[in-house]
């Protein structure tokens, strides 16, 4: 075998102490199940902190949004709502939840698309609406009307941005106004001036590029001026979230695998991945071609830092920085980060089932193709991959196939195209039979389904697991936890526990003893304290 390609994932001081809680862990997976989700609801608001300090730093007021469909756990949000952080609801029962977990209206904002129940309970509970289109203004400005409700305070969701003079575009969102139609908006919202106030305008775009974002953060201030101009009070720009996690520890791990990813696809090297899958690259005649469909695992610039970095470049067409930009018209920010805000707020484990080589094979196994039931791959991946793979297996040496009592939608890593290596939590104490060192591995599904693959690529691991062993999926909480979750084949959905720690932040508590844990509903911040005692 070759090097091994790892991708060891980060882990702060916390969640590093629960995953050396072996016993701990193996007692809650043993009494609750596997697949079984744990929650770091402290450690939300330490991440919420660290957002705080930007604001801070650049002198700017404004909320702090979790968007809660990154994880759907109460005891994250009724930990968060032991803070000064809102709130952002994107459907009926997320606005529900949020309600009953504590947080009063003044700290909620619906936003995305919108039924007319979850319009309804957004006025007339008083949460702001960030308005996604000009025929949801009209629907809210009625049912205000209708029920004599107070006038409520809404955003303008706005896309499209483009900037005089600046050749970036921001992309095309199916969300949002329309930028070039913002006047047409506003002629809305004064013929609703009786139902609706305007307190701001604002964006979220799916892209990692600050760039972009400074193009659209910059919209936003030029199209508060419009509507100030327009004889309205808006003061708040809303940036929207995708802030980012870096889920690697090391860098040069991921320049690495991304490296030979890229020369397996062109076939200057051994297949990394099942079935030569290859994450969106292609080999057309020698030249590589698309482009790789992963997140970017290692983000040396995520967070709370990413905002900072933003906040800090230079409006492209006005040219002061951002902040400044926003500072001197005593504008207001708002944020939404959802990922970010759980950065290490959460793992997932599942059990070992079975390890067993699948034979070295010299007849051609069953492609992909014609696997009605593959949810993961485009049919034109599919077909383009068929020959290719088929070509390969049968040549394969075999490998070693780790069963996991879990499938590929209880841990939504690989279903968000993050690729980090779980960590091994083994059954037995160590110093029991020696191990024999590193090995490569693909992780299956319990589901009755080709494609139930927890991983398309080889994983490294320092050792072999066990039937029995845990692996722990770290850093799962945004949207790798409960989003796709579901009972294909009646296999239970996942528990969910919140686990807390005696003794210092940093981890230097006794690892089995010092570990507390209730189920996720149980979670309360004031009963959490009380249990443990440092009130
Ligand atoms: C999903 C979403 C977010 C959160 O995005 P992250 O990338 O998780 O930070 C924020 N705002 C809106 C409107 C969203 O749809």
Redo the contacts with the bound molecule.
Sequence with gaps: MDVPLYLEPRLESRLASLLRARTFLHTLAGGLGSPLNVVLPDRMAENLAAFRAVYRRHYLSGGIFF?H??NRSSALVRRLAATEAAV?V?SLGELQHALGSGFVPDRVMA??PKNPEFLWLAARSGTTV?IDSPVELDELAALVRDYGLPRTRILLRLSGFCTPGVRLLTRQSR?GTAEAELDGLLKSVERHRDAVELTGVGY?LDTTSPAEKAVALEGCVKALDTCRARGFTPRAVDI?????TDYLADGAQWQRYTTELTNAALGTRPPMTWRRHTYGLRNENGTLRGALALYPAHRPTAGAQYLDALLSLPAPSLGRPLATLLLENLYELHT?????LVDQCGVTLARVLEVRRTEATDRTEPSDRGESTDRRESTDDRADNADRAEAADRTGPGHLLVRLDANADDIGLEEHGVLVDPVLVPRAAPGGAPDAGPVTCYLAGNLCLEADMITRRAVHLPSAPHPGDLLAFANTA??CMDFSADEAQQQPVARKVAVWQDGPADGTGREDTSWHWCLDEQYWPHVNRRRKGSA
């Design positions: 968007a469909k990154a952002d994107a936003t995305g960030n969300f979220h929207g979230g995708g802030f980012g939404e980060p959802g990922r970010a945004g949207y």
